[in-house]
């Protein structure tokens, strides 16, 4: 059973460009979460989507992020413009169900914005 | 605010050695408690997910406790190897399906 992935693995682009992170979750995992670190600061969360529905977005930062999951399988993550504390390594998880459940991770897409 | 507090920050042992790695939550109102290791560049490998009804779990060399009235897990790791070199992660999960990580600890095994 193939992971969680997640593409690019690594993205460097100058400040005020868009760049649009995807990733896709272990096939029939309704949840997926979307993550990041920044440097020297611990992971913390950004979203959770339930198959294509939003269900906790508190901890997206601004409204230069833009999430979606279309259809309930892939999700994208845009940042639209970029800027230079957006740096960071961005993880995506999924997981079965709720609770209950592991959460299990991808490698991250390390984004560099200079 | 749940705040995740994980002690020592870096470990550096020799091969062999058995270790305690700590990992401290301010809020004991969890569902479940999950620690990961990370090798550098890479993703989070899951190593334990602790029910809050349980007290530990193990896996192999791995053993993990969780005392939720404390606010305290322990991830003992026995008979150390340099393969266990990475970041030790925890994080716990409340009423919300967010997982709230520590800031880890970066474990080195020497030979």
């Known amino acids: 059973e193939a992971g969680v992935t997640q593409f690019p693995s690594h993205s460097v682009i100058e400040k005020g460009q868009t760049v649009t992170l995807r990733c896709d979750p272990i096939s029939g995992h309704d949840n997926l979460y979307w993550y990041r670190r920044v440097m020297g600061k611990e992971i913390k969360f950004l979203l959770h989507f339930v198959k294509e529905s939003k269900q906790d977005e508190s901890g997206m930062p601004n409204n230069r992020f833009l999430a979606e999951r279309t259809g309930g399988t892939y999700s994208t993550l845009k940042v639209q413009p970029a800027e230079l504390e957006d740096s960071g390594v961005y993880f995506c998880a999924s997981s079965l169900n709720r609770a209950q459940e592991t959460q299990y991770f991808g490698p991250g897409t390390r984004l560099l914005v200079l | 605010k749940q705040e995740v507090t994980q002690i020592p920050a870096a470990l550096s042992v020799p091969e062999g050695e058995n270790l305690v790695l700590n990992c401290s939550f301010t809020d004991s109102a969890i569902y479940n408690l999950q620690w990961f290791r990370q090798d550098p560049g890479k993703g989070l490998t899951s190593l334990l997910l602790?029910?809050?009804?349980?007290r530990e779990q193990t896996s192999g060399r791995l053993n993990a406790s969780l005392d939720k009235s404390s606010g305290r897990s322990t991830l003992y790791i026995a008979a150390s190897q340099p393969g266990d070199s990475a970041t030790y992660l925890c994080?716990?999960?409340?009423?919300?399906?967010?997982?709230?990580f520590g800031t880890g600890t970066r474990l080195q095994v020497f030979p």
């Open positions: 994080a716990v999960r409340r009423g919300t399906d967010k997982l709230i």
């Open positions: 602790i029910q809050s009804s349980q």
